[in-house]
């Protein structure tokens, strides 16, 4: 069965940092498109970080250059090194992968919560 399994959340620091890891299992890990996903307010789910199996990467605007994703073909992982956290960025994190438009399917985590705090 297919799974994204996330793992890294938690309580940090403004200025400080955490790295998330998801594992893939259940598929072909360089057929999908991988990124990371945060909740917002309202439960709606918008794009913080995606990489191709090329090593493309796009980012949101609000972690630009604080940010970085990272993908391990060999483990079927992939990660989200966050660096100068802000409160801002406080949510659940979630794994995402895409196969469109080669493969119709897409998957998700169950997700990890962030928490920015003094």
């Known amino acids: 069965q297919v799974q994204l399994v996330e793992s890294g959340g938690g309580l940090v620091q403004p200025g400080g940092s955490l790295r998330l890891s998801c594992a893939a299992s259940g598929f072909i890990f360089s057929n999908y498109v991988m990124a990371w996903y945060r909740r917002e307010p309202g439960n709606q789910r918008v794009l913080v970080a995606a990489i191709t199996s090329d090593g493309f990467t796009t980012y949101g605007g609000s972690v630009k250059g604080r940010f970085t994703i990272s993908r391990d073909g060999v483990k079927g992982s992939v990660y989200l090194q966050m660096n100068s956290l802000e409160p801002e960025d406080t949510g659940v994190y979630y794994c995402?992968?895409?196969?469109?438009?080669?493969?119709?399917?897409?998957?998700w985590g169950r997700g990890t919560q962030v928490t920015v705090s003094s």
């Open positions: 995402n992968a895409d196969g469109r438009p080669r493969l119709e399917h897409v998957y």
